[in-house]
């Protein structure tokens, strides 16, 4: 079980362009759902916080109008990266925490394949 | 908010030798440490994690040790194999209502187990 999916796993797209990336949670319903930023050989960064039916909470420096944010259920947020330009290319990673009853470890966020974003 | 620091970057052992990363956080308050391991191109997966009521935790050849006091964690890789080659990211956060709320991960380490 607390199964993410992310989709789609890869795009390439020109710059100036709108790329959605969707995370769903496929066996449980997430309350919260993270997404995070990986650069090549660097950490995982934390953009923004998405909480159903209500607004995202953003991380400092992280452009709330350029990364959209929507969570319209407790199994669907997407991540709208808008106008991308070639230093937005990156691997997206999703993450996923489950509401309600507690799974095996109710610490443990779930996360998503990634999505690897390549802007010409 | 909270900094979480991570030594060594890069980390080559010989098969079957033991391995051990070192984070260090800020945060007095946060109470969860997981670390996570990250082959290249895929997604972070759970190791292991330890609360802060605990001082050391093992599963089979992996082990994390915490030392609140002086806000720093490790974790311990015994009998290491080349499959145990990979990123392991070391994270910090606070368990509030008790749920896990966001994690600050440490910098990674490139672990590489030479057969």
């Known amino acids: 079980g607390a199964v993410v999916s992310q989709h789609p796993s890869w795009v390439i797209c020109k710059s100036g362009t709108s790329v959605k990336i969707e995370c769903r949670s496929l066996d449980f319903q997430a309350t919260t759902m993270f997404w995070y930023r990986q650069f090549p050989k660097q950490s995982l960064m934390l953009m923004a916080t998405?909480?159903?039916?209500?607004?995202?909470?953003?991380e400092q420096g992280v452009e709330k109008d350029k990364f959209l944010i929507n969570h319209a259920s407790l199994t669907l947020s997407t991540l709208t990266v808008t106008s991308a330009h070639p230093e937005d290319s990156s691997f997206y990673i999703c993450?996923?925490?489950?509401?309600?009853?507690?799974?095996?470890?109710?610490?443990?966020?779930?996360f998503g394949p990634g999505t690897r974003l390549t802007v010409l | 908010g909270e900094n979480v620091e991570q030594h060594p970057s890069t980390l080559s052992v010989q098969e079957g030798d033991s391995a051990v990363i070192k984070c260090t956080y800020s945060?007095?308050?946060?109470?969860?440490f997981p670390w996570y391991k990250q082959e290249l191109g895929k997604r972070p997966q759970l190791i292991i994690d330890i609360r802060s009521n605990v001082g050391e935790k093992k599963d089979q050849r992996i082990a994390v040790t915490l030392n609140k006091t002086a806000k720093h964690f490790s974790l311990h890789i015994t009998e290491t194999q080349p499959e145990d080659s990979a990123v392991y990211f070391c994270?910090?956060?606070?368990?509030?209502?008790?749920?896990?709320?966001?994690?600050?991960f440490g910098s990674g380490t490139q672990l590489t187990v030479l057969p």
């Open positions: 998405s909480n159903e039916g209500s607004k995202a909470t953003y």
């Open positions: 994270a910090a956060s606070m368990i509030l209502s008790g749920s896990a709320r966001q994690l600050t």
């Open positions: 945060d007095s308050a946060s109470n969860y």
């Open positions: 993450s996923a925490r489950e509401s309600g009853r507690a799974p095996k470890s109710f610490n443990e966020q779930f």
